[in-house]
């Protein structure tokens, strides 16, 4: 293939801190076809997915952890075209190495021009999801870039910083994995969000933590997601996860949220610290398995009753 994207430094001044929004050719690759997405649900491991199914109950939108329960790749794909299910695929570098190399070679792309961003990725991530899905009003712990290639899609952002949407106290149990990613909302923010329509060939990455709902508009959607630090992302994440354990373990309500100065680097340390002798482990959530794909009426689920439940191991 030739060129991936079509980025401009003008562009790319605000990556990492900003919304950025270019165009991509990634589809031209094949690798996202339906054919070629069924091979890769086939010999995806266990560990290495997650199958959700977005329902109701009562005035409340919810989100639960499945499992394929022994159906095929192209059978998984018919559930979710017909279906309320979300697909997240990881270990595209020890799984799929055609996807690893072809994301490669585009962030390679992106850092050409983006040479004035320090950045690191953690995990790829490839999202198949149903025409009519939604994902619920959420914020990510790192950055987000996402590269959407099949369907379309609305987003609704807002400000990281407007502590109305996104309290500090909501981020913290977050960023300590002692909540879902899911968070408080209220519909009337809805009039101050910024909407954003994605559709095949669009990339776009924003500021770090921004609260997000997504409502899919058409057809089977698939995008590739990556997320990314940056030193001063880096700083926040220490900073908001030492604030958390201040509040919640010291009895101590932080007043700051700098990431820049000695407190910012003493905070970052904690941080580290806390981490590395894993404190918080035991206020962390699990993600329970619910239900199965059923295998006799694709796109139906099968719910598992309370003692069948259990914890999904994720690598």
């Keep these: 293939m030739g060129k991936l994207i079509d980025l401009?430094?003008?562009?790319?001044?605000?990556?990492?801190?900003?919304?950025?929004?270019?165009?991509?050719?990634?589809?031209?690759?094949?690798?996202?076809?339906?054919?070629?997405?069924?091979?890769?649900?086939?010999?995806?491991?266990?560990?290495?997915?997650?199958?959700?199914?977005?329902?109701?109950?009562?005035?409340?939108?919810?989100?639960?952890?499945?499992?394929?329960?022994?159906?095929?790749?192209?059978?998984?794909?018919?559930?979710?075209?017909?279906?309320?299910?979300?697909?997240?695929?990881?270990?595209?570098?020890?799984?799929?190495?055609?996807?690893?190399?072809?994301?490669?070679?585009?962030?390679?792309?992106?850092?050409?021009?983006?040479?004035?961003?320090?950045?690191d990725r953690s995990q790829t991530h490839l999202l198949i999801s149903s025409p009519n899905a939604s994902v619920l009003y959420h914020t990510d712990i790192p950055l987000i870039h996402h590269w959407h290639i099949r369907g379309k899609k609305r987003f609704y952002l807002w400000e990281a910083d407007d502590k109305t949407v996104l309290p500090d106290e909501t981020l913290e149990a977050v960023i300590l994995r002692q909540t879902e990613e899911e968070i408080p909302y209220d519909k009337a923010w809805d009039e101050f969000a910024n909407v954003i329509d994605l559709e095949p060939g669009v990339s776009c990455t924003w500021p770090q933590n921004g609260p997000h709902k997504v409502d899919n508009l058409e057809?089977?959607?698939?995008?590739?997601?990556?997320?990314?630090?940056?030193?001063?992302?880096?700083?926040?994440?220490?900073?908001?996860?030492?604030?958390?354990?201040?509040?919640?373990?010291?009895?101590?309500?932080?007043?700051?949220?700098?990431?820049e100065g000695i407190a910012a680097y003493a905070k970052c340390a904690l941080a580290m610290a806390v981490k590395k002798l894993n404190l918080t482990r035991a206020k962390e959530r699990d993600m329970?398995?619910?239900?199965?794909?059923?295998?006799?009426?694709?796109?139906?689920?099968?719910?598992l009753k309370p003692d069948q439940q259990k914890p999904i191991l994720q690598l």
Aim: glycine fraction near 8%; include cysteine.
């Design 8 to 119: 401009t430094k003008e562009q790319a001044k605000g990556y990492g801190t900003g919304l950025v929004k270019f165009q991509h050719c990634l589809r031209e690759s094949g690798l996202f076809e339906d054919d070629k997405l069924a091979e890769l649900i086939d010999r995806t491991p266990r560990e290495y997915y997650m199958i959700t199914h977005m329902n109701v109950q009562g005035r409340k939108m919810i989100w639960r952890n499945g499992d394929f329960n022994g159906l095929s790749g192209e059978k998984v794909l018919e559930a979710i075209k017909t279906g309320q299910l979300w697909l997240c695929l990881r270990g595209f570098d020890k799984v799929a190495p055609h996807y690893h190399d072809l994301m490669e070679a585009a962030f390679q792309e992106v850092g050409d021009v983006t040479r004035h961003v320090k950045t």
């Design 219 to 259: 057809g089977l959607n698939v995008s590739v997601v990556a997320e990314y630090f940056t030193p001063q992302a880096k700083r926040k994440y220490g900073v908001y996860y030492a604030n958390g354990v201040l509040r919640r373990y010291l009895n101590w309500a932080p007043t700051s949220t700098q990431t």
């Design 288 to 303: 329970i398995l619910s239900f199965l794909l059923d295998n006799q009426n694709i796109g139906r689920i099968i719910d």
